[in-house]
């Protein structure tokens, strides 16, 4: 239809025109019958959901130029278990002969599962068997364009719905397992059948390392219904694990879930974790370790994963974090944005939760710093960090009032690489980021480096109250704390995981340990604890296993439990603000410094006064005051028993976690081909057109002050000297202006111009008179010579 039928048809009256708007109408419903023209066009635009400024998330990127699948999300309630029985320690299996290798347990005819094929090709890239490795270099200039040219990339090729199978079952009758590792935080490098139903796994070591190997998580397929099947996972690193002492795999059904609707369980039966005898250098005495165990399949044709632990994935964060975004009772509390980029292109983020306020009261807030997974193989970190968030995000009462008091900063994921890439401990640079505190580098340690200059940069304007990561561990059971110590004042440091101890039915005060030990100096806890000065700084580490006390004793954690301890870590911080006034005094901006420690305030069997509260602190923290808890009889308590108020100081070591040193570390000459050691950053480019002025250089020279004559010291004002009565100093007589006469009296420079005595014969004969013995110095010359003249 035509534009000027449409524009007649508005400006025409209904009584003039009558005819020919229902003309123009019978037209436009003729038109629009026959497709000619659609309705849409007259409609104004929508308006969008979503408002511009929020994007959605960049997906996850591998490190490798391996495609992955992307994983379906895993639904379903997660099953709680009670623990196994621990293993018989004489049962188990006799280590494999002295001769034996890794590589001969995989040969090439057994195997059925091959994540990359230079795996298993020994004579590229580290050689030695089972290197994984990556371009830094690349992955670094890569990172650096992306910065640079501030792109966003919402699409990832390697990222596939599906992929081809390494092996095909030949028919129906074939029962060999088909197995899958190429998706996100997916680790297994190889599988080799040998057995009609046994079947030895070989681990992924982490990215550019030697090892840690401690996190698995993969697939079967082409499974039979009541099938049972001895898994032999032959390159465990450490030298015991909680499989021995009760511990089971975690399994997930698709079609379990289908039926019942429940997701993740534990599984597994005849667990045993055990030294198979193969070295892990020819020429040291270390061994691999086997974790091996029998599963029977319940359904026929069903996809069944493995995983060491609860799965947390990059995705599975980015994808909550967009929700909560998109909630409006939850996004007024908080601010989401990147910290940094990692090498490997990833984003990042940490929040800022707060309630909003005027300036003066945000500023009298105190601060709070919580992170988590940068040991991407413990993944309960995420889920007690998922507990924090879902908790601050809240319309919870105690909440609102955590935010009301505090500014909390939080990095939910402080290593996505490492966890994208099926990495249990390292990052991409084949080091553990939580040994890089104290020296981090921006280009190698990105996150470490970014982090530790947010804190310092948020102890310039805020009292930091508290500072914890939350990790895994391996060889313990419930949840605990490892913190520092303060010798002088020993409650400083230990009083807040009392109160936590209070506040959870999982978690371990007995269990936890605090000292500043040598080993630990570059770890976040003492780097930290040293540079800023704060008693509460902890690592708090959760059993990938469960508890042994409690009404939790002898089951599994699942992810509700180990949310609710995050939940619980924060309303610690209600009780343990009791002692602090909520309304502190104004300070002058950008002069605010960290708290120094607390000196010893406290003697035993003594408690200090209470401090005053002001009303607003009281009204805030009455309502909230958790079962019972109050803060000053918690402090009374572990003031008078020894055994609570000194406990973890005995110096036991912390295996397990809060990150060990480790043989599986490349070393610095077997990093140069893959980091750029040398980086130096890029300088800027010269502007044409414009000449170089060279200004004069200036020098400035400190003017001496004046010092007082009798004492010495110099005048400052207000300056009273302590010698009263002091002679003055006596007079120096000047160098080099001493004063000479010649024989006609006249002033002259020196010696040297000194008139001959012929030239004055009156005054020659005069002199040559006198005694001998007589002054001749040139005071009596003159003298002499008036007379004769």
């Known amino acids: 239809m035509e534009e000027f039928d449409i524009q007649r048809s508005v400006l025409f009256s209904d009584e003039e025109n009558s005819e020919e708007i229902g003309d123009v109408e019978a037209k436009l419903k003729e038109e629009i019958r026959d497709g000619k023209f659609s309705v849409n066009e007259l409609l104004p635009p929508p308006n969008p959901l979503l408002p511009k ?76 068997f089972n290197a994984n490795l990556c371009d830094i270099k690349c992955l670094i200039l890569k990172k650096r364009s992306l910065e640079t040219k501030g792109q966003r990339l919402y699409q990832n090729e390697l990222l596939q719905a599906e992929l081809p199978m390494y092996y095909q079952p030949a028919d129906s009758t074939d029962n060999t397992l088909v197995f899958e590792s190429r998706f996100e935080c997916g680790n297994l490098a190889m599988a080799a059948k040998i057995g009609e139903n046994e079947y030895n796994l070989l681990m992924s070591n982490d990215i550019n390392s030697k090892g840690h190997t401690q996190w698995f998580f993969f697939r079967v397929e082409n499974t039979k219904a009541n099938m049972r099947v001895k898994f032999n996972i032959v390159n465990f690193a450490k030298a015991d694990s909680l499989f021995n002492d009760g511990m089971r795999v975690l399994v997930y059904s698709c079609k379990y879930y289908e039926r019942y609707e429940k997701g993740w369980t534990r599984g597994g039966e005849d667990i045993q974790y055990y030294p198979n005898g193969i070295l892990k250098d020819p020429k040291k005495t270390k061994t691999y370790y086997n974790l091996s165990f029998t599963y029977q399949f319940k359904y026929t044709g069903d996809s069944v994963f493995f995983a060491y632990s609860l799965p947390y994935t990059y995705t599975q964060l980015q994808q909550m974090l967009d929700n909560y975004e998109r909630d409006p009772a939850r996004n007024k509390y908080f601010a989401r944005k990147t910290l940094c980029r990692t090498i490997g292109g990833n984003n990042c983020d940490y929040l800022t939760i707060t309630n909003k306020g005027t300036l003066e009261e945000i500023r009298n807030k105190r601060g709070v710093v919580l992170s988590a997974r940068v040991h991407p193989g413990e993944t309960v970190g995420s889920w007690m960090m998922h507990g924090v968030l879902d908790f601050l995000t809240s319309d919870d009462p ?44 921006s280009v190698l340690h990105p996150t470490i480096f970014s982090l530790k200059r947010l804190i310092k940069s948020m102890a310039g304007n805020y009292d930091i109250e508290l500072i914890c990561d939350l990790h895994g561990h391996s060889r313990k059971k419930n949840v ?72 939790y004793m002898g089951m599994h954690f699942t992810g509700q439990i180990l949310a609710g301890i995050g939940r619980d870590l924060c309303r610690t911080l209600i009780v343990f603000g009791q002692n602090q006034p909520i309304i502190q005094s104004p300070v002058s901006k950008g002069k605010r410094q960290p708290m120094p420690l607390a000196k010893s305030r406290i003697k035993k069997g003594k408690l200090p006064e209470k401090t005053p509260k002001k009303a607003e602190n009281k009204a805030m923290i009455e309502p909230f005051k958790l079962f019972g808890v109050d803060y000053d009889e918690i402090l009374n308590e572990m003031m008078q028993k020894e055994d609570i108020l000194h406990n973890g100081e005995d110096g036991e070591d912390s295996s397990g976690s809060d990150s060990d040193p480790s043989e599986d570390n490349l070393e610095i000459e077997e990093l140069r081909n893959l980091v750029p050691l040398s980086y130096s950053a890029p300088t800027k480019k010269k502007e044409k057109n414009k000449k170089k002025i060279n200004q004069p250089k200036t020098f400035t020279r400190r003017i001496p002050k004046q010092k007082c004559k009798k004492c010495g010291e110099e005048m400052q004002p207000g300056h009273q000297c302590k010698v009263q009565d002091a002679p003055p100093p006596p007079k120096k007589a000047p160098i080099g202006l001493r004063t000479y006469y010649n024989l006609a009296g006249k002033r002259v420079h020196d010696q040297a111009t000194q008139t001959p005595l012929s030239l004055y014969p009156k005054a020659a004969k005069g002199i040559t008179d006198e005694e001998p013995n007589r002054s001749t110095s040139p005071h009596a010359l003159n003298a002499s010579m008036e007379n004769n003249l």
């Open 53 to 128: 400024t929020l994007m959605p998330s960049e997906p996850a990127f591998q490190a490798q130029k391996i495609p992955f699948i992307a994983l379906e999300p895993f639904y379903g309630d997660e099953e709680q278990a009670e623990q196994g029985l621990s293993a018989d320690r004489t049962a188990f299996p006799a280590p494999y002969p002295p001769e034996t290798s890794l590589r001969s347990l995989f040969e090439s005819q057994s195997i059925v599962y091959l994540r990359s094929k230079s795996i298993y090709d020994d004579s590229v890239d580290a050689g030695y």
């Open 398 to 441: 105690e909440a609102s009032a955590l935010r009301d008091r505090y500014v909390f900063k939080v990095v939910p994921m402080l290593n996505p690489d490492g966890v994208i890439n099926g990495n249990y401990r390292c990052g991409l640079v084949g080091a553990d980021l939580n040994r890089r505190w104290k020296n981090p580098i």
């Open 480 to 551: 605990f704390i490892y913190g520092c110590n303060v010798p002088d004042s020993p409650q400083a440091c230990k009083i807040f995981p009392f109160i936590l101890s209070k506040l959870s039915p999982i978690f371990s005060y007995q269990y936890s340990r605090f000292g500043v030990q040598k080993s630990k100096e570059s770890t976040m806890r003492v780097t930290m604890f040293k540079d800023l000065k704060i008693p509460q700084i902890y690592t708090m580490e959760s059993s990938f296993c469960g508890a042994d006390f409690g009404q």
